[in-house]
């Protein structure tokens, strides 16, 4: 879902791959998705339920984006 939502030539995406690619390189938004995955699932290893239904809220987030941008396609 992020690799096509980053592949898309949507202006708002292109805007924020910009962005991304200042400050964190062309891969950005891939390595602090990756980071944000990492880190929940450590916590999750910790016993912390709380990183887990918050990185599913977070993914869900991204569908219904994802899904809003996909769909307005013309």
Not at 26 to 46: D, H, K, Q, R, V
Request: charged share 10%.
């Amino acid at each position: 879902m992020h690799k096509a939502m980053m592949e898309s030539n949507h202006p708002m995406i292109t805007e924020a791959r910009g962005s991304f690619s200042k400050f964190l390189g062309p891969y950005g938004s891939y390595i602090l998705e990756f980071f944000m995955l990492a880190a929940a699932l450590i916590f999750a290893n910790m016993g912390m339920l709380s990183a887990v239904i918050f990185y599913g809220i977070y993914t869900l987030a991204n569908g219904a984006g994802a899904l809003v941008l996909f769909s307005n396609k013309h």
